[in-house]
């Protein structure tokens, strides 16, 4: 594969795991720099197109809505009711809630995301992460719980797993948790609050996998202060 | 009429997942539309045809391709109705500030007005991917392209994006 055929192909898909693409981006350090450039920008565009459709409404509903609403509103409650009794419920139903928001951090990859990029999302919670965590591929500062947390996808032979660290968000004690095709664990930080570690549609054998991978992305960070 | 808990549990079930989705279809109508208060009229009307439909849906697992596809074609029925011949897109901008701007980056409201800026042949199929996880195969599907148009769109349309915001583009990669 040659230079241009290189750029246009990963010019169209950044995050592509092509074979081809990964080995000729291997032999060619001017192509690899290219990505990572693509990479940077990448996260730019992911942030930007994900605007916050929560903020003001333009009009109300009009009746029709109202009425769909209204009938789920019995279903919301029951299942808000059954939700607020389990301890670390809510918490649990934000980070599902969020990962609902991100669909495309999902995707299996083997491209990394430069690490100046994701030393300066890190930077911000104090912390780095080691090398044993693996592969990071996407590496974003969001917002949750009204402070910007580092949301990353690791990739792991069981697939891709979504890590938040949640810095304000203290914990007593490990939670498990199945929701919404999202199976995840929330594991407490002493001093440093909690992580979220989640795995999308996991079949029996990854979830088995999830508390391992839990406690391997644990052992790998490392707090700055 | 058979309406029994069956169907109740069904329709609730479907209601819920509609729910859930509404966020990730307000926010393609939006890119699509660059208007809010049109983007959210035709999400309520997608999810209204949908509830007549849902007995299409065979796949639970398929709901929100299924549902973005009603959006897609909503959004091109509101346009067809309304008629819109020419679109000043710096009022567009304007109009949508606040939905635009990004207090914890100032530069993400400048890229979010460069992709209002992008013709929508390159602004869908790179919504479809970078906010929905579509595959070049996927996006080819939705938009009956062949898989080379597809990559030639989201490449020009990265390049013009990155061109808005004084990227040096031309020696690394010619469109």
Redesign the interface.
């Known amino acids: 594969m040659d230079h ?1 055929r290189y ?3 990963i ?4 995050r592509s795991s092509d074979p081809e693409l990964r080995e000729h981006r291997e032999s060619c350090r001017e192509c690899q720099l ?1 990505t990572e ?2 990479l940077r ?2 996260s ?16 109300p ?2 009746w ?2 109202m009425a ?1 609403a209204a ?2 509103l019995l ?2 409650v029951v ?1 808000a009711g059954i939700w607020a009794v389990l301890p670390g419920a809510s918490l649990a139903a934000d980070v599902v809630a969020h990962m ?2 991100e ?2 951090a ?2 299996r990859t083997d491209v990394a995301v430069p690490d100046a990029e994701l030393n300066d999302i890190l930077r911000e919670s104090n912390l780095r992460l080691g090398a044993a965590a693996g592969i990071v591929s996407y590496a974003s ?1 969001c ?1 949750f719980r009204g402070h ?1 947390v580092p949301h990353l996808v690791v990739q792991t032979p069981s697939g891709p797993v979504t890590v938040m660290v949640l810095v304000h968000e203290s914990v007593s004690r490990l939670t498990q948790f199945d929701e ?1 095709g999202y199976r995840g664990t929330i594991v407490p930080m002493p001093g440093h609050g909690s992580i979220a570690v989640l795995m999308q549609n996991p079949g029996a054998a990854q979830a088995r996998d999830l508390q391992r991978i839990a406690a391997q992305v644990r052992a790998s960070i490392v707090w700055t202060r | 009429m058979n309406d029994g808990s069956g169907g109740n549990q069904r329709r609730t079930r479907f209601q819920a997942l509609c729910q859930s989705l509404r966020p990730d279809l307000l926010r393609f109508a939006f890119w699509l539309c660059r208007d809010r208060a049109l983007a959210e009229d035709v999400v309520q009307e997608s999810l209204l045809r949908a509830w007549k439909a849902q007995d299409s849906l065979l796949d639970e697992s398929a709901a929100k391709p299924w549902l973005l596809t009603i959006v897609r074609r909503e959004c091109a029925r509101t346009f067809e109705r309304k008629r819109v011949v020419t679109v000043d897109v710096d009022e567009l901008v304007a109009k949508e500030e606040p939905m635009l701007a990004a207090a914890e980056e100032q530069d993400l409201g400048e890229l979010r007005a460069a992709l209002f800026k992008l013709p929508v042949e390159y602004r869908e199929p790179l919504v479809l991917q970078v906010l929905m996880g579509y595959s070049t195969a996927e996006i080819a599907r939705e938009l009956d392209l062949s898989g080379p148009a597809v990559l030639t769109r989201l490449f020009r349309a990265r390049n013009r994006l990155r061109a808005a915001m004084g990227e040096e583009i031309s020696a690394e990669a010619e469109e």
């Open positions: 241009a750029r246009m192909l010019g169209a898909d950044p290219y450039r693509l920008f990448e730019r565009l992911e942030r930007a197109l994900r605007v916050d459709v929560r903020a003001q409404t333009h009009r509903a009009s029709r809505w769909m009938s789920v279903g919301v299942a609902r928001e669909p495309q999902w995707r500062s917002a910007q919404q």
